[in-house]
């Protein structure tokens, strides 16, 4: 791994040694940043370097090319930088990389990811809670909370700010866009939009996300436009082109407006209906 990054990571030079629980088997090659607490029977393979302040709880396996952050909690049981779960996989050098702040509740799975070079990416500032599977080459970006026992397939994509219910699957490759709500229990074959709310089995639109919106600082003259645009995408009778091309037309053009249009159209596997 490139020197600079690993300094970046692990800070300057250490205000205090991390502290190694005596029956924790931390390899050599490992490099831990200042104040990082490893609790009883936790192994820390030799490729990971973790950043200052982090806490690593009872029996957690941290292994692979994983590059931690600052001030991450990881609790009992979870296994972080594994091979992936994927047949494809030969052995190929790939990442993990992992931001600020999280948490990774009581047996969370993340993976490394598959492709010769490829990563799996965790942001800052998200809770993952128990059971919660990540695998590989997914991205979470900024401030999302993932419910217990959510299962997020290969190459999933979750933006900033987004909320995924207890026992939700999500299909390989799906978006799901920023600050959308998923209720529990839901399975998502499909790419879900930023700002609204879905929920059931099969998947149901159920408006846009107004208690989440405003909790992070969304204006009510930002809902407004936001349930215009929802409106004409879901209950006008327009297909998503002619949907999009009116929300152009009709809606003030706001970077959330922007950011719906955007997401919708470089949308793969279709959007949530």
């Known amino acids: 791994m490139d020197p600079m990054k690993i300094n970046k990571v692990i800070g300057p030079r250490p205000v205090s040694e991390p502290e190694i629980h005596p029956t924790a088997v931390v390899h050599p090659g490992a490099r831990l940043g200042h104040n990082v607490k490893v609790g009883p029977h936790s192994v820390i393979g030799p490729d990971v370097v973790m950043g200052p302040d982090c806490v690593v709880g009872t029996s957690v396996l941290i292994e692979g090319r994983t590059t931690i952050g600052r001030n991450n909690r990881f609790f009992h049981g979870a296994a972080i930088g594994c091979e992936p779960q994927d ?14 702040d999280n948490d990774f509740r009581e047996y969370c799975t993340v993976h490394l990811a598959t492709s010769e070079g490829d ?19 997914c991205h979470i970006h900024d401030h999302c909370v993932i419910a ?59 408006g846009i996300n107004s208690i989440g919106l405003k909790r992070n600082g969304f204006t009510d003259q930002d809902l407004m436009i936001l349930k215009k645009a929802y409106r004409l995408l879901y209950r006008s009778g327009l297909n998503v082109t002619q949907a999009v091309e009116r929300i152009a037309a009709d809606c003030k053009l706001t970077r959330h407006t922007e950011a719906l249009m955007a997401f919708i159209r470089r949308s793969d596997r279709g959007i949530v209906r």
Do not use: C, W
Not at 87 to 100: R, S
Not at 119 to 137: E, F, K, P, S
Not at 168 to 186: C, D, E, K, L, Y
């Open 119 to 137: 990563q799996t990416r965790i942001g800052d500032n998200n809770l993952l809670m128990a059971y919660v599977h990540i695998a590989h080459n």
């Open 87 to 100: 047949k494809k996989f030969g052995g190929e050098t790939t990442f993990l990389e992992i931001g600020d």
């Open 148 to 206: 217990n026992a959510v299962n997020l397939a290969g190459h999933v994509e979750v933006e900033q700010h987004a909320t995924i219910g207890g026992l939700t699957p999500v299909h390989q490759f799906v978006r799901i866009g920023a600050f959308a709500f998923i209720g529990g229990g839901s399975r998502l074959p499909q790419d879900v939009p930023p700002f609204i709310k879905v929920a059931g089995n099969p998947v149901e639109v159920a």
